[in-house]
């Protein structure tokens, strides 16, 4: 037997990529729908105060059990502003729209995260903006001002939800551009929980003066979907996130959010009963050309 044949061939190792782009794609999407489902029974700065502080009490509890804290002061303190952006920020504009618009429209609107992040991408982190890049941009935005319009026009979802709406994917926006600009070291999972205890801190004093905590109306419902915020979406998918940031960069990482959109409106068909006109499907193209060609990769030069 010949030494080539007596040695086993190396094992390929089993890629978790996809399935961390899966699971974080389906938490995220059915959060539109858990969130749409919780600012019905209660107002939506309470309810993210609520899940924020416990989310962050959670996380950042088991890690001083288990004596696991790995931040420095800088990383902390940049986890603490990116708390504010992708948590408090993001999420506050985000509900509080999410009580005039449908869960399909806030999801689609938020899945045009990866063109202004590949833009800004452009201007603040070096990478490199093409023609091809700046089409997608271009087809990106009409695709979602096609369908913003065509809600608009017929009544469905509010002008005041929209901008709400539109304010929160500026928010997360600036969120993935400041964790690829400041790179924080450490513990994504610590700093996940230093973001939303900071965020839960930010707006607990905001939620106590402006919403009625008499208006919250506990139910199974609310129960349920305060829950899945808690656990899927505040912990689970915000860690996958930035996992996927720090692995992918991020303008890879934000073309993920077009997945959004399709799962967004199926799981609001599905739980809500939220009606879905072909047009709405139809406008999702651009879009999806769009990112394409903003997250297509460059053919090497031979």
Same mark, same amino acid.
């Given at each position: 037997?010949?030494?080539?044949?007596?040695?086993?061939? /190396?094992?390929?190792?089993?890629?978790?990529?996809?399935?961390?782009?899966?699971?974080?794609?389906?938490?995220?999407?059915?959060?539109?729908?858990?969130?749409?489902?919780?600012?019905?029974?209660?107002?939506?700065?309470?309810?993210?105060?609520?899940?924020?502080?416990?989310?962050?009490?959670?996380?950042?509890?088991?890690?001083?059990?288990?004596?696991?804290?790995?931040?420095?002061?800088?990383?902390?303190?940049?986890?603490?502003?990116?708390?504010?952006?992708?948590?408090?920020?993001?999420?506050?504009?985000?509900?509080?729209?999410?009580?005039?618009? *449908?869960?399909?429209?806030?999801?689609?609107?938020? *899945?045009?995260?990866?063109?202004?992040?590949?833009?800004?991408?452009?201007?603040?982190?070096?990478?490199?903006?093409?023609?091809?890049?700046?089409?997608?941009?271009?087809?990106?935005?009409?695709?979602?001002?096609?369908?913003?319009?065509?809600?608009?026009?017929?009544?469905?979802?509010?002008?005041?939800?929209?901008?709400?709406?539109?304010?929160? #994917?500026?928010?997360?926006?600036?969120?993935?551009? !400041?964790?690829?600009?400041?790179?924080?070291?450490? *513990?994504?999972?610590?700093?996940?929980?230093?973001?939303?205890?900071?965020?839960?801190?930010?707006?607990?004093?905001?939620?106590?003066?402006?919403?009625?905590?008499?208006?919250?109306?506990?139910?199974? *419902?609310?129960?349920?979907?305060?829950?899945?915020?808690? #656990?899927?979406?505040?912990?689970?998918?915000?860690?996958?996130?930035?996992?996927?940031?720090?692995?992918?960069?991020?303008?890879?990482?934000?073309?993920?959010?077009?997945?959004?959109?399709?799962?967004?409106?199926?799981?609001?068909?599905?739980?809500?009963?939220?009606?879905?006109? /072909?047009?709405? !499907? !139809?406008?999702?193209?651009?879009?999806?050309?769009?990112?394409?060609?903003?997250?297509?990769?460059?053919?090497?030069?031979?």
């Amino acid at each position: 037997m010949s030494l080539a044949t007596s040695i086993p061939a /190396p094992r390929s190792r089993f890629s978790t990529l996809p399935l961390a782009i899966g699971l974080f794609c389906l938490l995220w999407s059915y959060a539109f729908v858990a969130g749409k489902i919780g600012v019905t029974h209660c107002p939506p700065l309470i309810l993210l105060a609520a899940r924020f502080s416990l989310a962050g009490i959670l996380i950042l509890g088991a890690t001083l059990i288990r004596g696991e804290w790995s931040l420095s002061w800088r990383d902390a303190l940049v986890f603490v502003v990116l708390g504010i952006a992708n948590n408090a920020l993001y999420l506050g504009l985000g509900y509080t729209g999410l009580q005039s618009v *449908s869960a399909g429209l806030g999801g689609l609107i938020v *899945s045009a995260n990866p063109v202004f992040t590949a833009a800004l991408a452009a201007l603040l982190l070096g990478e490199g903006m093409t023609w091809r890049k700046a089409s997608g941009l271009l087809l990106g935005i009409i695709g979602v001002t096609a369908i913003v319009w065509h809600r608009l026009s017929v009544g469905t979802d509010s002008l005041h939800g929209i901008v709400f709406t539109l304010a929160s #994917l500026a928010s997360i926006v600036a969120g993935t551009i !400041l964790f690829k600009l400041f790179a924080p070291k450490g *513990s994504l999972w610590i700093g996940n929980g230093v973001q939303n205890l900071a965020a839960g801190i930010v707006l607990t004093p905001v939620a106590l003066t402006f919403a009625d905590v008499h208006a919250i109306d506990v139910t199974p *419902s609310l129960i349920g979907a305060f829950a899945f915020l808690v #656990l899927g979406g505040s912990i689970m998918a915000y860690w996958l996130w930035f996992h996927l940031l720090k692995v992918c960069g991020a303008t890879a990482a934000s073309a993920y959010h077009f997945l959004m959109p399709p799962l967004g409106m199926l799981f609001a068909f599905i739980v809500l009963g939220e009606h879905v006109e /072909p047009r709405d !499907l !139809l406008g999702i193209i651009p879009v999806a050309l769009g990112i394409y060609l903003v997250t297509r990769p460059s053919k090497p030069v031979v």
